[in-house]
């Protein structure tokens, strides 16, 4: 079987940002740590008693905002996780962080217990746009934070938010060449939406339109792509293959990732069914059409698309007689979609468009 990946979550944050609809709760006053990784033990035992001593190929620590746990604790749960899972000698351990919790000492740890790829949510570079965003985080210490992560992590990607009111090219450029000067080699780029349930949608704040917001979408593919940084899924951008993340490609080509920790999800192979996880343990298990559609969703936002042999291992079903073949051909014929006998993936004007593509190719007259 296919490595697995896994996602270990930390649902607190020490702030919420009014754009986010992932907010759960604030930090305690006095976090229990102990009872954190305790729970993330319990359910790395139960994982590794359905599913045998698999092999793990990324371990990804996100949130919220992990980077609120001590590095102690981020050390002991890599430890019941190697005792539990086979973790590959090349893993890919990522650690999401933000720059309110930045201390020099405490982000050197973190690489020291294991974490080689840090992800840091510095999502603006301009100190208005940051207090817009609610982030309680100034340009100087994202500076700061990304200048140790540098140095210090063999893979270092950062979070930048796009499509702000007012937003013009210009000052978004700039903001861009600035990451860039921390020798980034991957970026990750999200448009800012209206989310139900959020502060900025019970405020009913004005965003750019859609023309707008995908103007700056494409010019900013366009830079990015010069500057040696190529997308190779919708919101994220890499100088090359090796750079690129592990885990989410996991996610994106429909392979096997278990869920650890209160809010995670997983989604597996188990006594050959697609199996769904939350909160650290099974929750339903999937028919191959609702696998099928998920896949189809998460495979089309890489530019390599989805692979025929990907999808089947991954639902069962075969994908060009799962998906509607008078839309693929109509797509492909408005140069919004490209297939071959085995692939199917988007052209640039297809990935603007991504949400509509993929209903269509979903539509119940599959012919």
């Not at 973790?87 to 933000?98: K, R, T, V």
């Not at 949608?201 to 023309?211: K, S």
């Not at 293959?241 to 209160?262: A, F, K, P």
Request: glycine share 6%.
């Amino acid at each position: 079987m296919s490595p697995l990946a896994v996602y270990i979550h930390f649902p607190y944050c020490k702030s919420r940002c009014p754009y986010c609809d992932f907010f759960r709760a604030l930090k305690p006053r006095e976090l229990d740590e102990t009872r954190v990784i305790e729970q993330y033990r319990r359910d790395i035992v139960r994982f590794s008693e359905l599913l045998g001593k698999r092999q793990v190929k990324s371990v990804f620590f996100g949130g919220g905002t992990p980077s609120i746990l001590s590095s102690e604790a981020i050390g002991k749960t890599l430890d019941f996780l190697a005792d539990c899972f086979d973790i590959l000698p090349h893993a890919e351990i990522s650690l999401e962080a933000n720059p309110n919790t930045f201390d020099y000492q405490k982000f050197l740890a973190f690489h020291q217990v294991g974490i080689n790829r840090l992800s840091l949510g510095v999502q603006a570079l301009n100190q208005n746009d940051l207090k817009f965003l609610g982030r309680t985080h100034s340009v100087n210490e994202a500076l700061q934070a990304m200048a140790l992560a540098a140095q210090t992590f063999e893979k270092f990607s950062i979070d930048l938010i796009y499509a702000r009111p007012q937003q013009i090219w210009e000052d978004w450029v700039k903001e861009i060449d600035l990451a860039l000067s921390f020798g980034l080699k991957h970026i990750s780029l999200y448009q800012l939406t209206l989310e139900e349930n959020t502060i900025f949608a019970r405020r009913g704040v004005q965003l750019p339109d859609e023309d707008i917001a995908a103007q700056l979408y494409t010019q900013t593919v366009n830079y990015l792509g010069v500057k040696g940084m190529e997308r190779y899924e919708v919101s994220n951008f890499a100088v090359n293959r090796e750079q690129q993340s592990v885990h989410n490609l996991v996610y994106w080509q429909g392979g096997d990732y278990i869920g650890i920790g209160e809010g995670a999800h997983g989604r597996f192979i188990y006594h050959g069914k697609v199996t769904a996880s939350i909160d650290g343990d099974i929750a339903e298990q999937l028919s191959a059409e609702e696998r099928a559609e998920e896949l189809l969703f998460m495979g089309l936002r890489i530019r390599e698309g989805i692979n025929d042999q990907r999808f089947f291992a991954a639902c069962g079903l075969q994908l060009f007689e799962f998906v509607n073949n008078l839309a693929i051909k109509r797509l492909a014929e408005l140069k919004l979609l490209c297939y071959d006998s085995h692939n199917i993936w988007l052209t640039d004007d297809g990935f603007l468009l991504l949400d509509r593509i993929v209903l269509e190719l979903v539509s119940h007259n599959r012919q």
